[in-house]
T-cell receptor
Framework: GAVVSQHPSWVICKSGTSVKIECRSL??????MFWYRQFPKQSLMLMAT?????????EQGVEKDKFLINHASLTLSTLTVTSAHPEDSSFYIC?????????????????FGPGTRLTVT | GQSLEQPSEVTAVEGAIVQINCTYQ??????LSWYQQHDGGAPTFLSY????GLEETGRFSSFLSRSDSYGYLLLQELQMKDSASYFC????????????????FGRGTSLIVHP
């Protein structure tokens, strides 16, 4: 089955530093990857859509200079939280849509990574 | 825009049947998905309804009524391991960023299964 990995699974960093989170599709090519943020007991909030070879599109209220997204290949997207602050502490989850399914029109299913828990002290 | 409403919490006993409802308001709608998420874990896809009616996958079934803007997830023969959060998500049209087929998630329903 389609597997998406994230690295690291958890990270603790000091306020003001930057953190990079990787999202990889292990056994399929992903045309589109999504980045979500989830606070405890809350829903998944879409932050941005990452398309291979083009700039990410950000949702309203998400600072593109703070959350840098790079989708360099069909199997890798990265999210860098720059100048992290305690309020950025959250669970960050990526998901991917399979290229062949998307081209065929079956683009409703997303494969989620295991998530990265970020704690900023 | 899109919004989905679902109950915040549902409790049931092992072996029982439980239904989690989801009502939606969307500017464009293509289908309703359901995801399961255990504490600390990632969401896993359960089902998708594009058309009206019932979709059955083992112990889980999902229903959609487009005319009522309503759907539900039915879980049968509940097991303790079914305790988790369940999210409905709409596959709608353009998101705030202008992208298409971007899902919007409901707030999630915490299912607690008691022995």
């Amino acid at each position: 089955g389609a597997v998406v990995s994230q690295h690291p699974s958890w990270v603790i960093c000091k306020s003001g530093t930057s953190v990079k989170i990787e999202c990889r599709s292990l056994d399929f090519q992903a045309t589109t990857m999504f980045w979500y943020r989830q606070f405890p007991k809350q829903s998944l909030m879409l932050m941005a859509t990452s398309n291979e070879g083009s700039k990410a599109t950000y949702e309203q209220g998400v600072e593109k200079d703070k959350f840098l997204i790079n989708h360099a290949s069909l199997t890798l997207s990265t999210l860098t939280v720059t100048s992290a602050h305690p309020e950025d502490s959250s669970f960050y989850i990526c998901s991917a849509r399979e290229k062949t399914l998307e081209l065929a029109g079956f683009s409703y299913e997303q494969y989620f990574g295991p998530g990265t828990r970020l704690t900023v002290t | 825009g899109q919004s989905l409403e679902q109950p915040s919490e549902v409790t049931a006993v092992e072996g029982a049947i439980v239904q989690i409802n989801c009502t939606y308001q969307t500017s464009g709608f293509y289908g309703l998905s359901w995801y399961q998420q255990h504490d600390g874990g990632a969401p896993t896809f359960l089902s998708y309804n594009a058309l009206d009616g019932l979709e059955e996958t083992g112990r889980f079934s999902s229903f959609l009524s487009r005319s009522d803007s309503y759907g539900y997830l039915l879980l049968q023969e509940l097991q303790m391991k079914d305790s988790a959060s369940y999210f409905c998500a709409s596959r709608g049209g353009a998101s705030a960023s202008g992208g298409s087929y971007i899902p919007t998630f409901g707030r999630g329903t915490s299912l607690i299964v008691h022995p």
